[in-house]
C-alpha cells in the first residue's frame, strides 16, 4: 500500500511540476533579455565601453552555456534553476559595477555602435526564444539547443570586443553567426 501511494503521490508531483519547469525556462530566457537590454542600454548612454560590453557578453555565454546544459534533458530541476539564477544574479551585479566603474565609452564610435547592433540582435533573438516558449511552440529541450546558439554568439562578440574594438569584418561574422541563429529558431518554432 506504501508503494501505491508512494507511486501516485510521484506521478501528481510530475504531473504538477511540469508547469513550473516550462515556467522555469520562460523565466530564464526573460532574465537573458533584460540583461542584454541592460547591456544595449549602457552601450548606448556611454556607462559602458565596448571592451567591458564584450566582457559582459562573456558573462552571458557562461549563463546561456548552463542554460544549454541543464535544459538539454527537457527540464530543470531546483538545484539546476538556482544555479542559473545565481550566475545571473551575478552577472546582473557585474552589468551595475561595469556601468558604474567611471569608465565610459563613446556610443557614437563606429566600434561602439556595432556592438550596440549585435547586443541589440541578442535582444531580438532571445525575446523571439521567450515568445516561443511563451506560445508553446518551444519545448524546454529545444530552448536548450537555442541557448547554446546563443552562447556561441556571445562568445563571439566576446572574442570581438576584448581589445575594446569590433571592426567591420568581426561584425560581419557575428551577424552571419546571428542569420543562422535566427533560422535555427524558425526551424524549432515550427519543429513542434
Do not use: W, Y
Request: a neutral charge; hydrophobic letters at 30%.
Amino acid at each position: 500500500m506504501k508503494l501505491h501511494t508512494t507511486m501516485m503521490t510521484s506521478a501528481l508531483c510530475a504531473l504538477l511540476a511540469a508547469p513550473v519547469f516550462a515556467q522555469t525556462a520562460g523565466t530564464e530566457v526573460q532574465r537573458d533579455t533584460q540583461q542584454q537590454q541592460r547591456i544595449e542600454q549602457g552601450l548606448k548612454s556611454g556607462e559602458l565601453s565596448t571592451g567591458e560590453a564584450a566582457r559582459l557578453e562573456k558573462g552571458e555565454a557562461h549563463v546561456d552555456h548552463m542554460e544549454a546544459r541543464d535544459m538539454k534533458n527537457g527540464s530543470l530541476s531546483p538545484t539546476e534553476q538556482a544555479h542559473i539564477q545565481n550566475a545571473q544574479n551575478r552577472e546582473s551585479a557585474a552589468i551595475t559595477n561595469d556601468k558604474h566603474n567611471g569608465i565610459t565609452g563613446n556610443p557614437n564610435s563606429a566600434s561602439s555602435q556595432r556592438m550596440q547592433a549585435d547586443v541589440q540582435r541578442n535582444v531580438n533573438q532571445q525575446q523571439r526564444i521567450e515568445n516561443g516558449i511563451n506560445s508553446g511552440q518551444l519545448n524546454n529541450h529545444q530552448v536548450g539547443a537555442l541557448e547554446r546558439g546563443q552562447k556561441h554568439i556571445d562568445n563571439a562578440e566576446a572574442r570581438s570586443g576584448k581589445n575594446g574594438h569590433v571592426s567591420a569584418a568581426e561584425q560581419a561574422k557575428i551577424q552571419s553567426r546571428e542569420n543562422h541563429q535566427s533560422k535555427r529558431i524558425e526551424h524549432k518554432k515550427q519543429d513542434q
